[in-house]
């Protein structure tokens, strides 16, 4: 007798959306979204990263601007009997602000006995300004302050022969931090994301590196004077240095400093390689740095070896800053601010600058820093010998 194994119909029936299931159930893998420049994947998606937008054939992403339009009020601080001038500003909000140098009053000093008083702060609560005189214990020793750095409302770094802090309640003076590893001066900068991670820069390649608790000297593998220092985070910080012969670019990545350094080169700019003295940087990117050099602003890869790309105002720098600007800051990388010698101020807001010609005087405008929808220009005046600050409030027309 032959035996035929045979299942019953239904199960042939059962057999055929078994098999269908088995086959949808594995999809090919979907395709890999190749996104364009400045764009990101999202849900499968190119779309523009922050700070960029599409443009209107939605084609590539074009960098968000700002708006130049700034309403501008001038304060004078100090009697300009002997000269007052502000080195640095820095602030939380619109409201608190501090500026740092050395202004003289010709109000009598009760404490010196003096004809006139000298202070090394001033204070904007939003209204006015109240001018400050930091003196630290044990020794209460004055110094005109250099820099200044704001982590919080209780947390104020200001530099001068040592670094002084607010604490919320006092002021604190580091006196014994130096151990022979001072900067044979005054400290130029300060800048820090953390209250665990503030950096100090100055005189023949000065680096500390304060964590909290301690002190650091760090190397920088230079001897050339530090005087700017920008960064995002811990990996991610820039400081260049210049001593009229050369110019010193450093980038440290959380563990070492590299250096990059450029000869300067003042009459052959070039729009593809990083040039000249470099006054001030300024970074919003881990990847990338602004540069600044009287022959515009380069923009550099943190791996750059030299190469960055050369954006210039319309107007040669030579023409408005007398061949050398200061300084470089801002709050993103399509507000920045420019300022150089005479009351020299730019705008730039990511695609065009913008020149403030009712500013140009007489006098540097040193430091700058844009807070909430305000920006805060200091500076001195040599025809009055006042210190200045210039303050900008912008609007939408």
């Given at each position: 007798m032959k035996i035929i194994n045979q299942l019953p119909r239904q199960a042939h029936f059962l057999l055929i959306p078994l098999?269908?299931?088995?086959?949808?159930?594995?999809?090919?893998?979907?395709?890999?979204?190749?996104?364009?420049?400045?764009?990101?994947?999202?849900?499968?998606?190119?779309?523009?990263?922050?700070?960029?937008?599409?443009?209107?054939?939605?084609?590539?992403?074009?960098?968000?601007?700002?708006?130049?339009?700034?309403?501008?009020?001038?304060?004078?601080?100090?009697?300009?009997?002997?000269?007052?001038?502000?080195?640095?500003?820095?602030?939380?909000?619109?409201?608190?602000?501090?500026?740092?140098?050395?202004?003289?009053?010709?109000?009598?000093?009760?404490?010196?006995?003096?004809?006139?008083?000298?202070?090394?702060?001033?204070?904007?609560?939003?209204?006015d300004w109240k001018l400050e005189k930091i003196q630290v214990p044990p020794y209460y020793f004055y110094s005109k302050r250099t820099s200044i750095y704001t982590v919080a409302l209780n947390d104020v770094w200001m530099g001068s022969t040592m670094p002084t802090h607010w604490n919320g309640v006092e002021w604190q003076g580091f006196n014994d931090w130096q151990n022979g590893w001072d900067f044979n001066g005054y400290i130029k900068a300060i800048w820090g994301n953390s209250s665990s991670n503030i950096y100090f820069i100055g005189k023949d390649g000065g680096i500390v590196h304060y964590d909290g608790n301690t002190f650091t000297k760090m190397e920088s593998g230079t001897d050339i004077d530090l005087i700017s220092i920008s960064g995002t985070g811990p990996d991610n910080v820039w400081i260049c240095g210049?001593?009229?012969?050369?110019?010193?670019?450093?980038h440290f990545d959380g563990n070492d400093w590299s250096k990059l350094l450029i000869q300067n080169q003042y009459l052959i700019p070039e729009s593809d390689n990083l040039t000249g003295p470099i006054t001030s940087v300024y970074t919003d990117d881990p990847d990338s740095v602004w540069a600044l050099t009287p022959f515009g602003i380069y923009?550099?890869?943190?791996?750059?070896?030299?190469?960055?790309?050369?954006?210039?105002?319309?107007?040669?720098?030579?023409?408005?800053?007398?061949?050398?600007?200061?300084?470089?800051?801002?709050?993103?990388?399509?507000?920045?601010?420019?300022?150089?010698?005479?009351?020299?101020?730019?705008?730039?807001?990511?695609?065009?600058?913008?020149?403030?010609?009712?500013?140009?005087?007489?006098?540097?405008?040193?430091?700058?820093?844009?807070?909430?929808?305000?920006?805060?220009?200091?500076?001195?005046?040599?025809?009055?010998?006042?210190?200045?600050?210039?303050?900008?409030t912008r609007f939408n027309p």
């Open positions: 098999s269908f299931f088995l086959i949808t159930a594995c999809p090919d893998p979907p395709e890999t979204i190749d996104c364009g420049t400045h764009q990101v994947e999202v849900n499968g998606d190119c779309e523009c990263e922050e700070g960029y937008h599409w443009d209107e054939d939605q084609s590539k992403c074009l960098m968000d601007t700002t708006s130049h339009n700034f309403t501008w009020e001038i304060d004078t601080l100090g009697s300009g009997l002997n000269g007052s001038f502000l080195l640095d500003v820095s602030g939380i909000d619109e409201d608190n602000v501090w500026a740092v140098g050395e202004i003289f009053t010709n109000k009598p000093d009760s404490t010196s006995g003096t004809e006139n008083s000298s202070y090394n702060s001033a204070y904007w609560n939003g209204n210049w001593d009229y012969e050369e110019s010193v670019l450093l923009r550099a890869h943190k791996n750059t070896d030299g190469k960055a790309i050369l954006i210039r105002p319309p107007t040669p720098i030579t023409d408005t800053w007398y061949g050398f600007p200061l300084h470089m800051g801002g709050k993103n990388h399509n507000d920045i601010f420019i300022t150089g010698y005479y009351t020299t101020v730019w705008h730039y807001n990511g695609k065009s600058f913008h020149h403030y010609d009712e500013l140009s005087g007489s006098g540097p405008i040193l430091e700058s820093a844009v807070i909430g929808n305000q920006v805060f220009l200091v500076g001195a005046s040599y025809t009055t010998t006042h210190a200045l600050v210039y303050r900008g």
